[in-house]
């Protein structure tokens, strides 16, 4: 499956954004999706994932802030953020891949296709 990451761009400290990773070729009926994200100059980590049940996880620090679902069609994820910080400015990737198994979800290995990248930057 092919991805596409959008919804990236400059907000300030406090607000929301919501990023897309749109499936495109074919649906995300049984994949698990994740997003990601790199911070300049840090590693690529994990933000949460969304099994093809449904099932979601999260980063911990993240939870309550970030909310991950999809729409109805499986052919979109989303990634709602609110209170926004200046520490969330990255780059997000979204990554598909089928029959993920619940422990590795958070595992970016686990993952074989990748969306291009959405730059989010948050203003003090």
């Known amino acids: 499956v092919q991805l596409q990451a959008s919804g990236g761009g400059l907000v300030q400290a406090g607000n929301s954004l919501r990023l897309s990773c749109a499936a495109s070729?074919?649906?995300?009926?049984?994949?698990?999706v994740a997003w990601f994200r790199q911070a300049p100059g840090k590693e690529r980590l994990f933000v949460a994932a969304i099994k093809w049940s449904g099932h979601t996880v999260y980063e911990d620090s993240l939870k309550g802030r970030f909310t991950i679902s999809r729409d109805s069609a499986k052919t979109t994820v989303y990634l709602q953020m609110n209170s926004l910080k200046p520490e969330d400015t990255a780059v997000y990737y979204c990554?598909?891949?089928?029959?993920?198994?619940?422990?590795?979800?958070?595992?970016?290995?686990?993952?074989?296709?990748w969306g291009q990248g959405t730059l989010v930057t948050v203003s003090s």
């Open positions: 070729g074919r649906t995300f009926s049984r994949y698990s």
């Open positions: 990554a598909a891949s089928p029959s993920v198994i619940h422990s590795n979800l958070g595992s970016q290995t686990a993952y074989h296709s």
